[in-house]
C-alpha cells in the first residue's frame, strides 16, 4: 500500500515541480547568472594567462631589447592576443567546431584592438611624460610595464561584456531563449 502511494504521487509531484521550476521566471534568471558568474570567473583566469604572456613580451622588448614603447606595446598585445582567444573561445566560453570567420574572429578582432590601442596609446602618453624625468632603464621600465598593466584593467568589464554579448556568449543566449520560447509552445499536457 505504502509503495503503490509512493509510486502514484512521487511521478507526478517531481514532475509537476519540474514544470514549475523550469517556467519560474526567477530561477531561469538565477540559473543565467550562475552561468554568467562562472563564465567570468573562467574568463578573468584566461585574462591572467594572456595577460603575463603579454607582460613578459613587453618587459623583454621594452626592457631588455629597449625597443620603443609603441612597438613593443603593440608586439605584447599581439602575444597576449593569440592565446586570449583561444582560450576564451574553448574554454571561457566551451565553443568548440570550427572558427567562424564573420561570426567569431572578425568582432573579436575588433574587440581586443580597441583595447590594444587604448592600452599602447594610454602606455605612449605616460613614456612620453616620464621618459624625460626617469633616467634609470630599471625604474622606467618597471613604470612602464606597470602602466601598460593598468591600462587594460578600466576595459575589463567592457571587453568581457562584449566578448560575451557580440563574440562568443550570443549562440547560449540565443539557445536558451529559442529552448525557452519552444518549452512554452508545448502543450503542458505532452512535458514529460
Known sequence: MQTALIQACLPQSASASARRVCQD????????????????????????????????????????????????????????????????????????????????????????????????????????????VLHDHVVHTAVIAIVFSLSYLPLFVVKFALLDRLVFGCDDTVRRRRARDSRDQVPTSTRA
Do not use: K
Open 25 to 132: 521566471d526567477g530561477v531561469l534568471r538565477r540559473l543565467g547568472q550562475v552561468r554568467l558568474v562562472s563564465v567570468f570567473t573562467r574568463f578573468a583566469a584566461g585574462t591572467v594567462v594572456s595577460t603575463a604572456c603579454s607582460q613578459l613580451t613587453f618587459v623583454l622588448l621594452f626592457g631588455v631589447v629597449q625597443v620603443g614603447v609603441a612597438a613593443s606595446g603593440a608586439a605584447a598585445f599581439l602575444a597576449g592576443a593569440i592565446p586570449n582567444f583561444f582560450i576564451h573561445r574553448f574554454w571561457t566560453w566551451r565553443r568548440s567546431g570550427p572558427v567562424g570567420m564573420r561570426r567569431e574572429l572578425l568582432p573579436y578582432l575588433a574587440v581586443i584592438t580597441f583595447s590594444g590601442l587604448v592600452a599602447t596609446a594610454l602606455t605612449t602618453g605616460v613614456d612620453r611624460l616620464v621618459g624625460g
